[in-house]
Each structure stands twice: as C-alpha cells, then as structure tokens.
C-alpha cells in the first residue's frame, strides 16, 4: 500500500468517527466505543477490499460484509454512507422513529446492509451459510465478518467456525475485535477467551494476528486470506475501545452510551483535529 491510499484510509476512517458521533449523540444512545475500535477494518474492506457497488446493493457477484457485533452499527451506516450507499446526512437519523437506521442492522431496508444481525454469536453463521452459497451457486464472490471478542463467548461462534473448517470455505474470512472490553467490563475478567489464535488454529482456520488500526497490516492480511486455499481466515485485529477520542479509549463504560453536549464537542473537536492533522501531511 502506497503512502497516498494509506493517507486516504485513515481520512475516510477519521470521517467515519465523526459520523458515529454525530449517530449516537443525535439518538442519545448507542454503542460508540466498540464501533471506534472497529471502524478502521470497516474502511478498508470497503474502500479497498471488497468488490460492491452502491449504485446496485444488491448486485449478485458483490462481496458480502456481516456484522456480527451487530450493536456497532454507527460503524457500519458511517462507512456504508462515506461510500455513496445514502446520504451522509442521514446518519442523524440513527435510531430515530422516522427513519429505518435502527440499532442493529437491517438488510430489508438500508442499502448495503447484507445481513440483519443483533443475537450475539450468529452473525458468523450467517457469513458460513453465504460462503457455502457462493461454492454452490458458482458465485466467486468472498464473504467478510466482523465478530467481537466479547461475542465469542457464545456457543454458536464455535459451532460456526466448524461448519467453516469442515466444508474448506476458502472464501470466508472474519475478524475478531480484540478491544479487550465487553458491557460488563474487561474480557478476561468476565469469560476469558484468549488464546484466541490457537483455539480458532485448532478448528483449522487460517489465523493472522495485526494492529487493527494499521492499515498496511489490515491490507496485507486480507491478501493473504485471498491467497489461502482450503481453509476460511480468522483476523485477529488487536485494537482499542473508543479509539480516536482521548476520553473513550480503553474505557468500558463508553461500551453504550452516548455523550452528553459537552463531551460530544470535546470528542469531535479532538477527531476534526486528527483530520486536519492528516491533511497536511
């Protein structure tokens, strides 16, 4: 990745951040800390990963995105209308009764959305079952996920990663968002899940371990997913809670709620800084 894509990436993830503020501020509710932690991995799939198109949502070939933390969706609708997929305006209307930009995606009626997700721990199902279809329909198309490493304390992750090994689906690769928190505090406080890279190497997965917030790392680890054959790909995205405003980061209590007047200033103050920073590079 040269120096200029990369600049670009991390301008998008950075409006991107600011649009989850303005999501959760305007609804006064929301999960913001979790969708900082992962709005990185959401830019680079669809501004440099995944084969779509916003002018058609429902093209056939598309690349599929599920987001099985299907609480960060101020992640997902920023991205998705930074991509052309609706009006950036319309992130306002986060949960809002006029609107269908609910807090938990729905793939019935918001563009770009392919899978209504919410039920902790069946998003990774959704994702094998959509694999599995590509190989049967001989679609080419690949399948991408986003799970959280507090949901990974459900049974159903485990049997979805399973499904994934036994039938070699090649054309699946998820991410775990290792933030370290969950709404009741720390991971390995309230379920201990690590080691994470053994036990998904031990349901045959391809596992590759980067800095979710780099995007060298992220684009290097979903080209070696295209390139492995036989087996899905398990990214383990290190990352942090809340990233990009001072306050949030590594906190569990910004797991879901929103900011109040002043801190909702203080926290698009630091990131439109954070842009300016960026665009004089």
């Known amino acids: 990745m040269d120096k200029a894509k990369e600049k670009q990436l991390m301008l998008t993830a950075a409006k991107a951040r ?13 999960h913001p800390g979790g969708s900082m932690s992962c709005v990185d991995a959401l830019t680079e799939l669809y501004f ?44 306002k209307l986060f949960r809002s009764i006029k609107s269908h930009y609910s807090g938990h995606p729905d793939m019935n009626h918001v563009p770009g959305v392919d899978m209504s997700t919410g039920s902790l ?25 986003i799970c959280g490493d507090g949901e990974v304390e459900e049974g159903q992750i485990w049997e979805a990663a399973m499904a994934a090994a036994k039938w070699k689906l090649d054309n699946l690769c998820a991410f775990v968002d290792i933030n370290g928190l969950q709404i009741d505090g720390s991971t390995a406080d309230v379920m201990p899940s690590e080691p994470l890279d053994k036990k998904f190497e031990a349901f045959n997965w391809h596992v590759i371990s980067v800095d979710g917030h780099d995007f060298r790392q992220l684009a290097a680890a979903l080209e070696e997913a295209r390139a492995t054959a036989g087996r899905p790909t398990m990214i383990l995205m290190h990352t942090v809670k809340g990233k990009g405003v001072s306050f949030m980061e590594n906190q569990a209590g910004w797991h879901g709620k929103a900011p109040d007047a002043g801190q909702y200033a203080q926290a ?7 842009i300016k920073e960026l665009e004089a590079l």
């Open 18 to 30: 600011v649009l989850i503020l303005d999501a959760v501020y305007a609804a006064a509710s929301g």
């Open 48 to 91: 440099d990963e995944m084969n779509v198109n916003p002018a058609d949502p429902r093209w056939e070939d598309r690349d599929r995105f599920v987001l099985s933390k299907g609480h960060c969706t101020p992640a997902l609708y920023s991205v998705l209308a930074l991509k052309g997929y609706f009006p950036v305006e319309d992130i």
């Open 121 to 145: 721990g069946q998003g990774l199902s959704a994702a094998v079952g959509m694999a599995i279809a590509a190989r049967l329909s001989g679609k080419s198309y690949r399948t991408y996920a």
């Open 268 to 274: 698009k103050e630091e990131i439109l800084a954070k």
